[in-house]
């Protein structure tokens, strides 16, 4: 069982940037493709970005493409999200998680981590 605990959040005035880290504990973090996912309150978990278990292979949603760089350290046991040109609707709680199945809803992921919170101020 890969436990996961996610830091990096804070507050930040849009346009600004942060980074979140997710490290993972296991021997076998490389063999697992992961994600962060984000919800705010009163809303669903959804699907921020992917990223392989070699890092090669990315994806993410069309509302962050072009701002959010998904990377991964394996020999670290570390996924990392690189968020710029923050904007307020960005405003969420984030979460990494293992790759379960291929899907992009919250169900088709598991471990998952506590939640680092992210806030935009306009």
């Known amino acids: 069982q890969v436990q996961l605990v996610e830091s990096g959040g804070g507050l930040v005035q849009a346009g600004g940037s942060l980074r979140l880290s997710c490290a993972a504990s296991?021997?076998?973090?490389?063999?697992?493709?992961m994600g962060w996912f984000r919800q705010a309150p009163g809303k669903e978990r959804d699907l921020v970005a992917t990223?392989?278990?070699?890092?090669?292979?990315?994806s993410y949603a069309d509302s962050v493409k072009g701002r959010f760089t998904i990377s991964r350290d394996n020999a670290k046991n570390t996924v990392y999200l690189q968020m710029n040109s923050l904007k307020p609707e960005d405003t969420a709680g984030y979460y990494c998680?293992?790759?379960?199945?291929?899907?992009?809803?919250?169900?088709?992921?598991?471990?998952w981590g506590q939640g680092t919170q992210v806030t935009v101020s306009s």
């Open positions: 998680a293992v790759r379960l199945r291929v899907g992009v809803t919250a169900a088709d992921f598991g471990s």
């Open positions: 296991g021997r076998t973090f490389s063999s697992y493709a």
């Open positions: 990223i392989s278990g070699s890092g090669g292979k990315t």
